[in-house]
């Protein structure tokens, strides 16, 4: 094969940063397997026939992506086709708009990054993240950062919190990327996976990735003084293979930062199936009277009764509640 044919030659790589109309592709290992930390990335382009293909998405390639691609003679990368997706977490792209938006693609584990101050995150939005996860088959874990600013009240409710999603059977990670606590524990979790870590802007992602792997230095911004909210500081989504500094750990982690979520608008649930992408109801849907039972307001209902013992936490059934009228309206998330 002569030089000019190699260099169009398809190859087959991982969409590792998304800019705008821009892509990079970490190329595959041998025989497709995952790529090297040596491994150079090459920057690339979608297709132009791409984007008419009936997509309704406002990003059809994401990070996490496997794609063919053709290199160029000028260096850069031509996306022929996107392989087709293990799973990935989408959100409605904007109030008014009817497109939707993918956030990451092929996720062994969502890392749901939460703060219950400065700024605080609520359950609902928790419950949002962790209902499109169950619906699309991710794994998903809550992440308390900040721990080192809990005190008195504060450390109440984390604790309330931790028992609320432990309740639920998520794992809970209380973390300090100011001081390292619970770290290691987190870093154990998540080693060889592709993990995805999301919340709201202020809550620390990147803080603690930088914190999960010294070296990263990725560029952190500050709460609001006054609104107690986050500034943006991750403006694109990016995925970093990493090796964690465990001991005997050689797997490759690749981590994935977001820009923050302001509000999370959930696509295509209806309120029917709702019940079923919280585990501790769908546990006990099989005991409701009516096969169709929405848990409002119908007698004899597994959830309800579930609820009043106590084995469903009231402010999940309240979430739930909650979720289940704004998809009815169609607003849901919004």
């Known amino acids: 094969m002569d030089a000019e044919t190699a260099l169009w030659r398809r190859m087959i790589g991982l969409v590792i940063r998304t800019t705008g109309s821009w892509y990079r592709v970490l190329p595959a290992g041998e025989q497709g397997c995952a790529p090297a930390l040596s491994a150079e990335a090459a920057d690339c382009r979608l297709r132009g026939n791409y984007r008419l293909r009936g997509n309704k998405q406002t990003n059809p ?34 109030k008014l708009s009817k497109q939707t938006h993918v956030i990451a693609a092929n996720i062994d584990r969502l890392c749901i990054v939460a703060t219950l101050a400065f700024p605080r995150t609520s359950t609902g939005f928790i419950d949002r993240l962790l209902v499109t996860a169950e619906a699309y088959r991710i794994p998903a874990c809550v992440v308390f950062n900040k721990t080192d600013l809990c005190r008195g009240e504060l450390l109440e409710a984390q604790t309330q919190a931790q028992r609320l999603y432990e309740g639920a059977g998520y794992p809970v990670f209380e973390v300090s990327a100011l001081d390292g606590a619970g770290l290691d524990d987190l870093r154990r979790a998540v080693a060889g996976q592709t993990v995805l ?34 500034r943006h500081t991750t403006t694109f989504a990016e995925i970093f293979p990493i090796r964690l500094p465990l001991p005997g750990e ?75 009228d704004q998809i009815e309206s169609g607003n849901a998330g919004w």
């Open 61 to 94: 390639v994401a990070v996490g992506d496997w794609v063919e691609y053709e290199m160029q003679p000028d260096g850069t990368g031509v996306i022929a086709e996107v392989r087709d997706r293990r799973n990935y977490i989408v959100r409605k792209a904007t």
């Open 197 to 230: 870590f999301s919340g709201h802007s202020g809550v620390g992602k990147s803080a603690l990735l930088n914190a999960l792997s010294p070296g990263l230095n990725l560029r952190v911004g500050e709460v609001s003084d006054w609104s107690l909210k986050g």
């Open 250 to 324: 050689e797997s490759v982690t690749y981590l994935i930062d977001t820009p923050g979520i302001k509000e999370f608008g959930m696509v295509d649930f209806t309120p029917e199936e709702l019940s079923h992408f919280y585990p501790e109801m769908r546990a006990v849907l099989g005991g409701c009277h009516f096969a169709n039972c929405t848990h409002r307001h119908e007698p004899r209902c597994a959830v309800k009764e579930a609820v009043e013992r106590g084995d469903i936490a009231e402010e999940r059934y309240r979430n739930y509640l909650g979720i289940f």
